[in-house]
């Protein structure tokens, strides 16, 4: 028999004082076995966590971030349009598009807080106090990203609006009217310079852009595909313009406050992503909250839907890799590389019918786009 004084000395051998951070010799070996393992020659052995450090890095020999993500916007955009005007040129049940808008936050979010778990060797209790410091304990700095979280809430309301009105190939060459809104915003915002060639670029794009939406008056003239649901090519139009204004504005905006901080790629997304969703809960219950009370959230939600929202969630944490590796007006050129790839698909996925006007708008298009890259190169040497 034990003592009562011989029992609470062992207790406290046994058991270890509640100042320190006690670990169980069994986690401590799972975690050396998976996350905390030495790494040889300064690589993780774990391909996750080499790939996000190169996006943190941008350059290595074999991977240039800037480049990689041009190329994956160009297709994740084609890919998001098809998709996009697929599901809102379905008969019978449509899903609440301000519900898709609120989810792709969400998903973004998550993403990005799973990235930073990542970053930090999955300690939950670290990641905590970081999104801590960064986020509830500088709120003036967290208010900073409610102006583009509010004007890309808006901008994705509105793509919904417009890829519902006008065909896939059309409204890709009429959003690129956003290249204008963002080279505009930029010289005003950011005090940078365009030369004459990148002027005359811009203006072929608002010629090539007016070209296609301006079309015959006979129907059987127009470029356009088969379509299943009531459609107002104006109100595609307005939906189109103002997407682009606020793009323009939001990107740029968003790009000064990426290259103006200290403050992680990751932390200002996931930023973005909770105002945003707030915001978007905030127009989902005006907009649609009564008919989403009586029919579900989720209500025609189809696997198609859940592809829109995952490519356009990827596409807003690719446009912040672009705008941190490169810059706004190069992203949106890169973009419109995509009118080819989206044009032709058109053709084959809902029969669009292709006219000379058509042809000829998007050729001007696509001249402007060169002309503007090789002056932007011949400025940069």
């Excluded at 051998?13 to 975690?31: D, G």
């Excluded at 992680?264 to 219950?285: D, E, P, V």
Aim: overall charge positive; glycine content about 6%.
């Amino acid at each position: 028999m034990l003592n009562r004084r011989q029992y609470k000395s062992r207790s406290q051998q046994r058991r270890p004082s509640a100042s320190l951070a006690y670990v169980s010799p069994a986690i401590k070996a799972w975690r050396n076995k998976t996350y905390m393992r030495k790494e040889e020659n300064g690589k993780s052995p774990y391909p996750i966590v080499r790939f996000i450090r190169m996006i943190n890095e941008g350059n290595s020999a074999w991977f240039n971030m800037k480049y990689v993500s041009l190329v994956l916007l160009v297709f994740q955009n084609c890919l998001l349009i098809l998709t996009m005007r697929y599901t809102r040129n379905l008969p019978g049940d449509m899903y609440f598009s301000t519900t898709a808008v609120v989810v792709t936050e969400v998903v973004k979010m998550t993403t990005c807080l799973i990235i930073l778990l990542v970053e930090h060797k999955f300690r939950l209790v670290e990641l905590g106090r970081y999104l801590k410091q960064n986020i509830i304990d500088q709120p003036l700095d967290t208010l900073k990203v409610a102006v583009p979280a509010f004007i890309y809430m808006l901008q994705n309301n509105l793509l919904f609006v417009a890829v519902s009105n006008l065909s896939a190939a059309t409204f890709q060459v009429s959003y690129q009217l956003k290249i204008l809104t963002t080279a505009l915003f930029s010289v005003l915002m950011l005090k940078r310079s365009l030369v004459w060639g990148q002027w005359f670029a811009l203006l072929l794009l608002f010629i090539g852009v007016a070209i296609v939406q301006v079309q015959p008056t006979d129907p059987s003239k127009r470029a356009g595909e088969a379509i299943h649901t009531e459609q107002s090519p104006l109100l595609g139009l307005l939906a189109v313009i103002a997407s682009c204004i606020s793009s323009g504005f939001a990107g740029v905006y968003f790009e000064k406050i990426l290259k103006g901080s200290q403050a992680s790629l990751w932390l200002r997304n996931i930023q973005l992503g909770l105002l945003g969703a707030i915001l978007g809960l905030g127009a989902m219950w005006l907009k649609d909250g009564s008919a989403i009370e009586e029919k579900g959230f989720f209500y025609g939600y189809t696997h198609y839907v859940w592809l829109v929202i995952g490519l356009q969630a990827l596409g807003g944490l690719l446009v912040a890799v672009v705008v941190k590796y490169a810059d706004n007006i190069l992203k949106g050129f890169a973009t419109s590389f995509s009118i080819i790839l989206s044009t032709l698909a058109s053709v084959y996925f809902f029969n669009f019918t292709l006219n000379l006007q058509f042809s000829i708008g998007a050729s001007l298009v696509m001249f402007a786009i060169y002309l503007y890259g090789r002056a932007n190169s011949t400025q940069s040497k």
